[in-house]
């Protein structure tokens, strides 16, 4: 049977199971009256075997939760996260009916449920480190406090589950030799009865096989879900399997705009085809959202591409889904453990894998040396982000003059983030802020930038000059839903006009997701936040959601404005965009100017403002107030 697809048991038939508890009490009230010798021994034995089952319970319990912990450390934003904190109370409760059955046998079972029921508070601060984004931490947590605690109380509950189930076969075969010297109807009697507690024991494994495989189905597909997938991983090792993560491209758009019943239909179909075409021995599950993963065994890492194609052949097949015709497309990423790797590590780098290739549209990657060092040099940098948001001295801000075409006056000021290491000096915006971009540390280095700028543009106002600062904002904290309410309160707290702050972002972060995006704006624009299009021209706005944005700028790429004056294609390029952006009502601005004849340029064409090093590079505060009090232009408000 392949194992891409979980098959619940049977239910045993109720009727037979009525049947033979009635024939087991008729059977057990002879058996009282015949012996009562007899009667006891058979009790012993239900009382061990519903030690042995109790253990069972918990022992299962504990390897649901402890994959959940692993997964959550894998995907933070997860359901496996939701359903955390219920799976620690299903265990904890588990341990203390355990301890509860194993009572008067020792206090084995009761040390093992104190030792989970202590461990709640570990398990909490694992998750507040989660959801906090603290990355880092939890790792620690999990690795060096939770996994290890958790290995040890599930290596003494198979040792106690052990110990019982001897003690069990001990007292069957106790039962057996008694009954052997007791007249021929108590024989039969209890014949009679171990069948029919034999009866009873296959419902009852079949009840828990059908509990287990339900447990491990994922109920919308039936394919396996995550923890059943990372379980089959983790008996792949220490061999070098190879993990295949497939994500539906355009999957959310199908939910948005065609409705959850087709996205369920879609995602239904998308695991019948991934299953149909995988070997005997894969493992297919389904990760969740419109995320499949795909266990492949074979100790030769190139089987992962042939796979990975043939799966990826099976999406040129359009989907009919209730009479509606979709086509859609995967992205694929494939990681082989590497000696010492865990289940969790290679399909964090299969994921990772998945995510370049859906990036650069390649349909597949594979997970490489490089991107090992990559990851490496990636999390360390996050290690030294986080301290250095804790360090006043690491972070600062410098401002590149935004000057009034016409006129030539500054009208306001771009703030940009400048990292100095302490060890490795100045580290270049291109390097750290995409790696702030994927985790939640974006938030906190967010809020600090614009925290700075507001103290700056404070202090220019105290000082008699009016600079409009604009910050750049990714598109993970515009789409927060605290973001505005959190700009409203630095606001309050700086005491600086709402008029004087300008949000930059891009044309990806507006629609990545536009609803949000829209929402969020206009709560920006209802404390007087203006909000401007960054590198316009480079993205794929559409022009709808340009009418409606509640925007007041438009910031032409750089890659249009170098060549502007040589470049005819280039100038009409920035002229239409010029027009489009008046006639919005918008002001519009031209980054990257770098030499006269492209002012000249955009002061023929009507461009309303321009930066660039042409003007000045981008300066430390002190240098841009020690130039603003040389001239003592009040700057004035694009």
């Known amino acids: 049977?392949?194992?891409?697809?979980?098959?619940?048991?049977?239910?045993?038939?109720?009727?037979?199971?009525?049947?033979?508890?009635?024939?087991?009490?008729?059977?057990?009230?002879?058996?009282?009256?015949?012996?009562?010798?007899?009667?006891?021994?058979?009790?012993?034995?239900?009382?061990?075997?519903?030690?042995?089952?109790?253990?069972?319970?918990?022992?299962?319990?504990?390897?649901?939760?402890m994959a959940m912990l692993q997964a959550t450390m894998l995907?933070?934003?997860?359901?496996?996260?939701?359903?955390?904190?219920?799976?620690?109370?299903?265990?904890?409760?588990?341990?203390?009916?355990?301890?509860?059955?194993?009572?008067?046998?020792?206090?084995?079972?009761?040390?093992?449920?104190?030792?989970?029921?202590?461990?709640?508070?570990?398990?909490?601060?694992?998750?507040?480190?989660?959801?906090?984004?603290?990355?880092?931490a939890a790792t620690i947590t999990l690795e060096e406090v939770i996994e290890p605690e958790y290995t040890a109380m599930m290596s003494d509950l198979l040792a106690e589950q052990d110990h019982h189930l001897t003690e069990y076969g001990r007292q069957q075969a106790d039962s057996l030799r008694e009954s052997r010297n007791s007249i021929v109807t108590v024989l039969v009697v209890f014949l009679l009865g171990l069948i029919v507690l034999a009866g009873f024991g296959l419902s009852r494994r079949a009840h828990r096989r059908q509990v287990e495989a339900l447990a491990a189905a994922d109920p919308l597909t039936g394919l396996r879900n995550r923890a059943a997938f990372v379980e089959h991983a983790a008996?792949?090792?220490?061999?070098?399997?190879?993990?295949?993560?497939?994500?539906?491209?355009?999957?959310?758009?199908?939910?948005?705009?065609?409705?959850?019943?087709?996205?369920?239909?879609l995602l239904v179909e998308a695991g019948r085809r991934l299953a149909s075409l995988v070997r005997g021995g894969d493992v297919v599950a389904r990760l969740g959202g419109d995320e499949f993963a795909v266990l492949l065994t074979d100790d030769d890492p190139r089987i992962g591409e042939t796979i990975a194609a043939r799966l990826t052949e099976a999406f040129d097949r359009s989907f009919v889904l209730d009479e509606v015709t979709v086509d859609l497309e995967v992205s694929i990423g494939a990681a082989t453990a590497d000696d010492g790797e865990d289940v969790i590590t290679v399909l964090r780098h299969a994921d990772a894998a998945m995510h370049e290739a859906k990036q650069h549209h390649a349909g597949f990657h594979r997970f490489d040396g490089e991107d090992r060092q990559d990851a490496a040099a990636r999390l360390s940098l996050l290690g030294d982000l986080r301290r250095a948001l804790d360090d006043p001295g690491q972070l600062a801000l410098h401002y590149q003059p935004k000057i009034a075409v016409e006129t030539g006056l500054l009208v306001g000021v771009e703030s940009l983030a400048r990292w100095h290491h302490p060890v490795r000096g100045p580290i270049s915006p291109a390097d750290f802020i995409p790696v702030l971009e994927v985790t939640n540390l974006m938030h906190r280095f967010t809020e600090q930038v614009l925290s700075m700028a507001l103290r700056q543009a404070r202090a220019w106002l105290d000082a008699g000059h009016r600079v409009p600062v604009a910050v750049n904002v990714s598109a993970r904290s515009l789409l927060d839903p605290q973001f505005p309410g959190r700009v409203a309160a630095l606001l309050a707290e700086s005491g600086v006009p709402g008029e004087l702050l300008s949000i930059e972002v891009t044309e990806y972060a507006l629609m990545s997701d536009p609803d949000t995006a829209i929402a969020a704006l206009h709560r920006l624009a209802a404390a007087g936040v203006k909000a401007s299009i960054d590198d316009y021209g480079t993205g794929y706005s559409s022009m709808t959601y340009l009418k409606?944005?509640?925007?007041?700028?438009?910031?032409?790429?750089?890659?249009?404005?170098?060549?502007?004056?040589?470049?005819?294609?280039?100038?009409?390029?920035?002229?239409?965009?010029?027009?489009?952006?008046?006639?919005?009502?918008?002001?519009?601005?031209?980054?990257?100017?770098?030499?006269?004849?492209?002012?000249?340029?955009?002061?023929?064409?009507?461009?309303?403002?321009?930066?660039?090093?042409?003007f000045a590079r981008p300066l430390p505060a002190d240098a841009l107030t020690a130039r603003l009090e040389e001239t003592r232009r009040p700057a004035v408000l694009s």
Not at 237 to 264: A, C, K, M, S
Not at 580 to 608: K, M, P, Q, S
């Open 75 to 136: 995907e933070p934003g997860g359901e496996e996260r939701d359903e955390l904190p219920a799976a620690n109370q299903r265990t904890d409760a588990s341990m203390v009916r355990m301890a509860a059955v194993d009572q008067e046998h020792g206090t084995a079972a009761a040390d093992l449920a104190g030792r989970h029921h202590k461990l709640r508070m570990v398990v909490v601060g694992f998750l507040d480190q989660v959801d906090r984004g603290d990355t880092g």
């Open 235 to 265: 008996r792949a090792l220490p061999g070098r399997p190879t993990i295949l993560v497939i994500n539906v491209d355009g999957f959310r758009d199908v939910n948005e705009q065609l409705g959850h019943r087709i996205g369920d239909l």
């Open 1 to 65: 049977m392949s194992l891409s697809r979980v098959r619940p048991a049977r239910r045993a038939p109720r009727g037979l199971t009525v049947l033979l508890a009635l024939l087991l009490a008729c059977l057990s009230g002879y058996a009282v009256v015949a012996n009562w010798q007899q009667a006891a021994l058979v009790r012993d034995v239900a009382e061990a075997g519903n030690d042995t089952d109790a253990y069972q319970a918990a022992a299962f319990d504990l390897t649901i939760e």
């Open 548 to 614: 409606v944005l509640p925007i007041a700028e438009l910031k032409i790429d750089r890659s249009f404005v170098l060549d502007l004056a040589d470049n005819a294609s280039s100038r009409a390029l920035v002229a239409s965009t010029v027009e489009l952006g008046h006639r919005l009502g918008l002001t519009v601005v031209a980054e990257g100017v770098e030499d006269e004849a492209a002012v000249e340029a955009l002061r023929e064409i009507g461009c309303d403002t321009a930066q660039g090093y042409h």
